[in-house]
């Protein structure tokens, strides 16, 4: 029998190489700045607390045995790596610091009794295999505010009194299996994590404020008499219950195919935070008078989230990312004013009756938030009321035919888009905001009559219709059509450019100083008697033989100039307008 001292080496420059490949060698304690192991199968002996500034560059049967009481510390991320770990003698704690990563093989505590693993930083351990816990008392692995990630399984069903804690960090793992007076634990507060793709069993839990998730395919959901602080349910297939109890959050996480059934008076909040498009059940886990005081969130991603029923009882909606999918006659309202609707995501309506106005916009919220959000009203054929309180962030509209009427002024901060064939009908409210983008393929008509009807300085595709029977006002801004369907006619704050077509219903464009100008290939309809520009009228004139009409008069007698050009050879500008007995 050899007796071995245990020395401490500093190296921060040289790398020790242990060479002998079927292991058997003692590896001394020290700081090193990399540590080379080249064993190919068995296992080399950690003789005392290892500090490793570089990598630890093992292979997959790159075995440590675990000697004594001892700290390994590693602070870069990648490239560590050592082959299975195991314990040579029981009492012994191997502390893992740090906040670097180690890949390893599996890990054996020893049979003779305590052994325990202990995080202090915030390093990974990734275990390709088992925490193989042997059958006696006091097995332990503490996680703290690190992240343990097992391809295997975590415990031994004749391990007693033994114990997995994980206060902050991760933990992620097939099963955890113990034996009597066994715990599993998050701390009187702790806020860690627990990923099962198996099963969860132990004899006692203390759930602190942490969340266990069910990630794997279909499971079953243990029954905990402490209950569940945070229950996640992810992965794949339906996660089978009885009686499970929620005491804050209860999350949808994973495809299409995840569904459980939990007490709804339990769970505070109900969260949906998937990887697919699903649609809520009010037999499940969303029954209609849910009414926890967290209320409803999505966190979906891109993904969408379709109300299956009229939620009677919310007290608040939060969505923070994807799509919450209002279908027709489907309501989310409050019972009673309170609450809050913050949208980060989108909010997709898709009734005409229900809510606010002539829609299913959600009723009796007393704090609205959309800022960064998105508000669609998806009708195709129109109908819905835009709610006028919120200032909205993005606004939507499908419509594609029929008109949706402004419920009063409306403040676009975002994006506005319209669509092709459809209409917003503004009446006589405001388009206010400042209009980050405007992608407007349909109509917008107003009758407003002040000096800002909507924004100015913008651009605006599809449509806009100005149709008072009293003069209004356009701001200086660029048009691709312009309306003008006003009896009394329109004045200009500003210059107003038109790069597609120039429309005259009814009433005349009064420029004063300002002009009305016309892009090289716009038209011009609909002018006459009544119905042209009084003041400037600018046209761009392109190279070639171009033929331009000024639909211009004075402020009373239409006067077109029709010319012919023979031969333009540099792009120009031509302005017209009548003066004195023009």
């Known amino acids: 029998t050899a007796t071995t001292e245990i020395y401490t080496l500093s190296l921060h420059d040289a790398l020790p190489i242990y060479t002998v490949s079927n292991g058997g060698q003692y590896i001394s304690a020290g700081t090193y700045s990399n540590l080379k192991l080249d064993n190919t199968s068995g296992s080399n002996t950690v003789l005392g607390s290892l500090t490793i500034t570089g990598n630890l560059n093992g292979g997959t049967s790159s075995g440590l045995i675990i000697y004594t009481n001892l700290t390994i510390t590693l602070s870069t991320t990648t490239g560590n790596q050592c082959g299975p770990i195991s314990f040579s003698a029981y009492n012994l704690t191997l502390t893992y610091g740090g906040n670097g990563t180690l890949n390893c093989g599996t890990i054996t505590y020893n049979s003779g009794g305590s052994t325990i693993i202990n995080f202090t930083g915030t390093g990974t351990i990734n275990c390709s295999g088992n925490a193989a816990f042997a059958a006696s008392n006091n097995q332990q692995l503490n996680v703290g505010a690190g992240t343990f990630i097992c391809t295997g399984n975590i415990g031994n069903a004749s391990a007693s009194s033994s114990s997995v804690s994980c206060t902050s960090g991760t933990l992620t793992c097939v099963n955890i299996t113990f034996g009597s007076s066994s715990s599993v634990s998050f701390g009187t507060s702790g806020t860690g994590i627990i990923n099962i793709s198996g099963a969860f069993s132990g004899s006692s839990f203390t759930r602190g404020q942490g969340t266990v998730n069910y990630c794997g395919g279909t499971q079953n959901v243990t029954t905990l008499s402490n209950h569940y602080y945070n229950l996640t349910v992810s992965g794949t297939g339906t996660k089978t219950t009885t009686g499970v109890t929620v005491d804050d959050t209860l999350t949808i ?143 939507i509209l499908d419509n594609t035919s029929g008109s949706n009427t402004a419920g009063g002024n409306l403040t676009v901060n975002g994006i506005l888009t319209t669509t092709a064939s459809g209409t917003l009908n503004m009446g006589s409210n405001q388009l206010l905001g400042t209009l980050s983008s405007i992608s407007n393929g349909g109509t917008i008509s107003t009758t407003n009559t002040s000096s800002t009807p909507i924004p100015t300085g913008k651009t605006w595709g599809g449509t806009v219709n100005y149709a008072a029977g009293i003069s209004q006002t356009i701001n200086n801004g660029i048009y691709s059509t312009l309306n003008i369907s006003n009896s009394a006619g329109v004045t200009l704050t500003g210059d107003a450019t038109v790069n597609t077509s120039l429309n005259f219903t009814n009433g005349k464009i009064t420029t004063g100083a300002n002009k009305v100008i016309l892009g090289s290939s716009a038209s011009v309809s609909g002018a006459g008697t009544g119905k042209y520009v009084f003041g400037n009228l600018l046209w761009n004139i392109s190279t070639g033989t171009p033929n331009k009409t000024f639909t211009i008069g004075d402020a009373t007698n239409y006067a077109p100039v029709s010319v012919a050009f023979t031969n333009v050879t540099v792009a120009g500008t031509l302005t017209g307008s009548v003066t004195g007995a023009d």
Do not use: H
Request: aromatic residues 6%; without cysteine; hydrophobic residues 30%.
């Open 253 to 395: 996480g994973g495809d299409n195919t995840v569904s459980i059934t939990a007490t709804p008076s339990s769970y505070t909040t109900l969260q949906y935070k998937g990887t697919a498009d699903v649609t809520t059940s009010n037999t499940k886990e969303f029954p209609n008078g849910f009414s926890g005081s967290g209320g409803l969130d999505i966190d979906q991603g891109t993904k969408t989230v379709t109300l299956d029923a009229i939620k009677s009882a919310l007290t608040n909606i939060n969505i923070k990312s994807g799509t919450l999918y209002l279908p027709s006659l489907i309501t989310a309202n409050r019972v009673s004013a309170g609450g809050a609707l913050k949208i980060a995501g989108t909010l997709k309506l898709g009734g005409t009756s229900g809510g606010q106005g002539n829609s299913n916009f959600p009723t009796n919220f007393s704090t609205l938030t959309l800022t960064g959000g998105t508000v669609e009203y998806s009708v195709l054929s129109g109908g819905q009321t835009i709610y006028l309180t919120p200032a909205y962030n993005n606004l």
